[in-house]
């Protein structure tokens, strides 16, 4: 069965240092895509940056990166130089069935609380 | 980019009573929309698939009756919470793709419903 295991519950991490926060999944589709996404406190969900299977090159996007071991079946999300705003929850999603795409459906992660220290 | 209108923010009403909460796209036109539950400290559970023109579909688990969804037009999509009691309370969110087979999810602010 398709899972996402974020095995960080919470982090503390100082202001201007990098953190990785963990994602593991599982599936048996050869197609899929992870996402991760930031839930501040205020409760909106923000797209951070997106990962295809088939993607040769780790996705960037400013100070996200996703550092993506297929083998390992690893998406881990580094944020550089961490900023007091990035304070808040952080969720890592998959989606499979790409070949249907009316079948659209994310899998989610437990989540892990960031909290960057000044 | 594009953007999801949820409304309201907040809400607070008496057990019994029925609360809507709206989705709009605002920039886009959203033939599927996405309504979630999220439950303190945990992650977004999918309650429904809201499809415009036609009947939503429902996961597992997910009381019909209880949660109402209506897709009436391509830019708006209502959550009806029915004769809410306290256990309803929670946090809903909705999202939406801003174009046809997009990967991307975008989501609305979501709305607090307290029941008291």
């Known amino acids: 069965a398709q899972k996402i295991t974020q095995t960080q519950p919470g982090m503390f991490v100082q202001e201007k240092e990098a953190v990785t926060l963990d994602c593991t999944y599982d599936t048996s589709d050869q197609s899929y895509g992870l996402f991760w996404y930031k839930q501040p406190s205020s409760g909106e969900m923000i797209f951070l940056i997106y990962?295809?299977?088939?993607d040769e090159q780790n996705a960037t996007e400013g100070r996200y990166s996703l550092n993506f071991q297929k083998a390992r079946k690893s998406a881990n999300l580094v944020i550089s130089a961490s900023q007091l705003g990035d304070s808040a929850m952080y969720f890592c999603?998959?989606?499979?069935?790409?070949?249907?795409?009316?079948?659209?459906?994310?899998?989610w992660g437990a989540g892990t609380k960031l909290i960057i220290k000044p | 980019g594009a953007v999801v209108s949820q409304h309201p923010s907040w809400v607070i009403c008496k057990s019994g009573t029925s609360v809507k909460i709206e989705c709009r796209s605002l920039d886009f036109q959203a033939t599927t929309m996405f309504w979630y539950r999220q439950f303190p400290k945990q992650s977004l559970m999918l309650m429904a698939t809201s499809n415009e023109g036609s009947k939503a579909t429902y996961e597992q688990g997910v009381e019909k009756d209880k949660f109402l969804i209506n897709h009436a037009s391509l830019t708006l999509s209502t959550l009806t919470v029915t004769s809410a009691h306290p256990e309803d309370s929670s946090f809903y969110i909705c999202?939406?793709?801003?174009?046809?087979?997009?990967?991307?999810?975008?989501f609305g602010a979501g709305s607090r419903l307290t029941v008291l």
């Open positions: 999603a998959m989606r499979d069935t790409f070949s249907v795409d009316s079948n659209y459906q994310l899998i």
């Open positions: 990962q295809g299977s088939y």
């Open positions: 999202s939406a793709r801003d174009t046809p087979g997009a990967n991307v999810l975008t």
